[in-house]
């Protein structure tokens, strides 16, 4: 009697095990408005992948099997809190000044305190990582140059801003941009919404109605 022990069946590996288990990306509003939310409670550096996950109830190897690393996480939380919206509906409040203030007092990313919050956490990032400062510069200053320099044209075609301004519009619209991100460098603490109606008072409006003299 023959013995021997027929072939066996070939394995086929499933289509799962091929291409791997597929993310489960319910989840991942919430996680990013977490990684938002500690950010807005300490530097970037201080943040860590544990308190997300200790945060939003997840396993710390699910939000690396999302998220590579802490920079891709908050890489992704910024990209997910889109623009300001003021880029896409301007202000119209009939002032230049009541526009701008309109900009200060923008609801997005839930409130001005909790936005100068995470900005104020981001700030640390920007100066070690070029990747993390390309993407804020990309996603935040550039888009908030462009709706002050929005604004500043609309007042000079309405007439409240002289027509010597003109040419220093591109300049003067990254006034409040470019001192924010210095003092959040500076202090955290003290860009609120004091300080950049301070800016606008004495340091935009100011220089707008120099060019007159």
Do not use: C
């Not at 394995?11 to 990306?25: H, N």
């Not at 409040?176 to 919404?193: C, G």
């Amino acid at each position: 009697m023959d013995t021997s022990e027929a072939d066996p069946e070939p394995r086929v590996e499933s289509a799962a095990r091929r291409t791997g288990r597929p993310f489960d990306r319910s989840s991942d509003a919430s996680i990013l408005a977490s990684t938002l939310d500690l950010l807005a409670e300490r530097d970037y550096e201080r943040l860590t992948v544990d308190e997300v996950a200790a945060r939003t109830g997840k396993a710390k190897t699910t939000l690396y099997r999302r998220w590579a690393t802490k920079e891709d996480l908050v890489l992704a939380a910024i990209r997910a809190a889109g623009r300001p919206p003021e880029v896409d509906d301007l202000p119209d409040l009939g002032s230049l000044r009541s526009d701008l203030l309109a900009v200060v007092d923008s609801p997005w990313l839930g409130d001005p305190e909790r936005r100068m919050a995470i900005f104020a956490g981001l700030a640390s990032a920007t100066r070690s990582s070029e990747r993390m400062a390309a993407v804020i510069r990309s996603e935040v200053t550039d888009p908030y140059v462009e709706v002050y320099r929005r604004l500043l044209q609309r007042a000079l075609h309405r007439g409240e801003i002289s027509a010597a301004v003109a040419a220093s519009i591109p300049v003067l619209s990254e006034v409040i941009p470019a001192m924010s991100t210095h003092r959040l460098s500076v202090d955290r603490a003290s860009v609120n919404r004091d300080f950049f109606v301070s800016v606008i008072d004495d340091v935009l409006l100011p220089a707008l109605r120099g060019a007159d003299t």
